[in-house]
């Protein structure tokens, strides 16, 4: 199985909405990121966690949480969102000593309203 | 701050000619190279990994690596429709970057039937 899977697919929000993005892999990868990706940009990097652990937070806004509950889910916690925080949000795995080789879900496209 | 430059394209060739994307790169420490395609509408995947100087061949794709010149570079031979897709480089630099990866801006290939 080389599959990354994300729930939901789109999610409509308003700013005083609480809502979660989750992700799930069984591949054994014990590093999990979080990447947020606007229209004709690359992917930017918000969080990683190795074994579950946070490692990296790009100076992301407290509105965005991340939780690990184990090796194989992540999830992202969304509250108090604003429009530009409308993206397509996309989860990836990898082997912790190949960082460069990461699969990614399919993604959630997010718009906050 | 380390960086991976690409040429944004877009770039047009015609079915069945060599595509020839590149991508430098600002640190001479980088450890290893990787090559994405996203599809529109659709997440990253991995086509390539290079990890020392040379070539690495895998079908129709090729990957160069000169880290004298700093520069990498994917050749898609023999293009298809089927390649039109944004072409992500994106390099490891670990040490105090660990768990990053730097990915260039895209070219955008379309390849003409």
């Known amino acids: 199985d080389t599959e990354v899977t994300q729930t939901p697919k789109h999610l409509v929000m308003g700013m005083t909405n609480k809502k979660s993005l989750k992700c799930e892999q069984h591949m054994g990868h014990r590093a999990m990121y979080w990447y947020k990706q606007k229209a004709k940009k690359p992917p930017e990097l918000m969080f990683v966690?190795?074994?579950?652990?946070?490692?990296i937070n790009e100076s992301v806004p407290s509105r965005f949480s991340p939780e690990c509950p184990n090796s194989s889910l992540l999830n992202l916690h969304l509250h108090a969102l604003q429009p530009e925080d409308s993206a397509l949000y996309l989860c990836?795995?990898?082997?912790?000593?190949?960082?460069?080789?990461?699969?990614f879900g399919p993604g959630t496209r997010l718009t906050v309203t | 701050q380390k960086e991976v430059e690409q040429n944004s394209g877009p770039l047009s060739v015609p079915e069945g000619a060599i595509a020839s994307l590149n991508c430098t790169y600002s640190?001479?420490?980088?450890?290893?190279f990787f090559w994405y395609r996203q599809y529109s509408g659709k997440s990253p995947e991995l086509i390539m990994s290079?990890?020392?100087?040379g070539d690495k061949e895998d079908g129709r794709f090729t990957a160069q690596l000169n880290k004298a010149s700093q520069y990498v570079s994917l050749l898609i031979r023999d293009s298809q429709p089927s390649d039109s897709a944004t072409y992500l480089c994106a390099a490891y630099f670990g040490g105090g970057s660990n768990y990053k990866l730097t990915f260039g801006k895209g070219t955008l290939l379309t390849v003409n039937p």
């Open positions: 990836a795995s990898s082997q912790e000593h190949r960082v460069g080789e990461q699969y």
């Open positions: 640190d001479r420490v980088s450890q290893s």
């Open positions: 290079i990890y020392s100087n």
């Open positions: 966690y190795s074994y579950e652990k946070l490692s």
